[in-house]
């Protein structure tokens, strides 16, 4: 992930061990809620900030990955032959 290198960042880089283990779980590996201020945010930076172009509600981003899944599987199941 690409972010603003802050007191918190640099020091959570040192934590590779931990982070990795968080990855391993499937866990994104950004502890929010655990700075003092709001500067030591690890704040998005570069490509996936880029992708951000609207703001959503949690009910709006959820919707559209539940309805792009939906499609994707649809169409994923056109090209199951079955084998009798």
Known sequence: ?????????????????????????????????????VAERPFLMGQAAGAIDTVQTAKEIVDEMVGQAHDLIRSANSCLVAKL
Do not use: C
């Not at 972010?3 to 918190?8: D, E, G, M, R």
């Not at 959570?12 to 982070?19: G, S």
């Open 1 to 37: 992930m690409r972010v603003h290198a802050t007191p918190f960042v640099l020091d959570w880089e040192k934590r590779r061990t931990e982070y990795k283990q968080m990855l391993a779980e499937g866990k994104i590996p950004t502890p929010y809620g655990t700075q003092k201020t």
